[in-house]
């Protein structure tokens, strides 16, 4: 018995052509799409034209812990407060919402740069809140100033009540807070205490030095401009960074990261998913 095979026309072996080719670039390009980010909120853009690289639930305002004190910081220094002034930490500055614990002792007197860099860099609760105890008017006249702050910025969803950022009631969106950390990456002063690795100040005569909460800021593979990291337990483990990838300066916040070390886990998997140009092909998750 004799089999006839007919060979497909042209237009026919063209498609079939085209249909597996699209089908391999979709296999191969599929892994690369979505980077996996666990945090609950997220949002990378392009400083350069403000365009979305990356969004999940981007416009949900939420508790954003100490991520606060870069509003801190930007407030003071457009109180235009002399670095230089020796503050002392009072039982004011102990008395806390949450943990206690600082190494920070009541009665050291620090100045009020000092207070800041341990404030941007090591997250220090005391110095926060000695900067707005120690601002004109008052701790009232300092979170008046962070909300007004924030409605300048175009922070609509943005809601301030203490410099720490230990209250779940300090809530913003990561679209407002791509707005501030693009507002902190501006000043130098910021930029310069929040990357720092360590400092070292003076309390009760004997030299204590304090570490960067942000690991990232010593990978020599980082090219990190600005950053803030974020902890209490309504907002899980948060970060936020100005940095250069691939030559983009770029804006990353993660907020509400489940787990010790997903948010610089996030962050590294941002930074690899650029660098494969699998940014370029999407934008939104959900």
Avoid at 117 to 146: D, F, K, Q
Avoid at 150 to 156: D, E, F, H, K
Avoid at 255 to 264: A, P, Q
Wanted: glycine share 4%.
């Amino acid at each position: 018995m004799a089999f006839n095979f007919r060979q497909p026309s042209l237009p026919s072996r063209a498609l079939a052509g085209l249909l597996l080719a699209v089908l391999a670039v979709h296999a191969i390009a599929s892994p690369l799409r979505d980077p996996k980010l666990k945090s609950s909120s997220v949002l990378v853009i392009d400083q350069k034209d403000s365009s979305v690289l990356y969004s999940r639930h981007a416009d949900v305002a939420m508790p954003i812990a100490s991520i606060t004190k870069l509003m801190t910081a930007l407030v003071v220094l457009d109180a235009k407060q002399p670095l230089n002034e020796s503050i002392q930490l009072t039982n004011a500055d102990r008395n806390l919402q949450k943990s206690d614990f600082s190494r920070l002792a009541v009665g050291t007197t620090l100045t009020r740069g000092d207070l800041m860099h341990l404030a941007l860099m090591s997250s220090e609760n005391r110095a926060a809140h000695a900067l707005g105890n120690n601002y004109p008017g008052g701790m009232p006249a300092m979170v008046a100033a962070m909300n007004a702050k924030a409605t300048a910025l175009g922070m609509t969803n943005s809601h301030f009540v203490d410099p720490t950022g230990l209250s779940s009631e300090n809530v913003a969106s990561a679209e407002d807070l791509a707005k501030l950390v693009i507002a902190a990456s501006h000043n130098p002063t910021i930029r310069e205490y929040s990357t720092d690795p360590s400092y070292s100040v003076k309390v009760r005569r004997r030299l204590v030095e304090f570490r960067n909460t942000d690991n990232l800021v010593k990978n020599p593979t980082w090219n990190i401009v600005v950053q803030k990291t974020g902890y209490i337990t309504e907002a899980g483990k948060c970060l936020v960074m100005g940095a250069v990838i691939e030559g983009r300066s770029v804006i990353i916040v993660l907020l509400d990261s489940f787990g010790k070390y997903t948010r610089v886990a996030d962050a590294k998997r941002i930074k690899s998913w650029m660098e494969t140009g699998a940014n370029q092909r999407v934008v939104s998750m959900r």
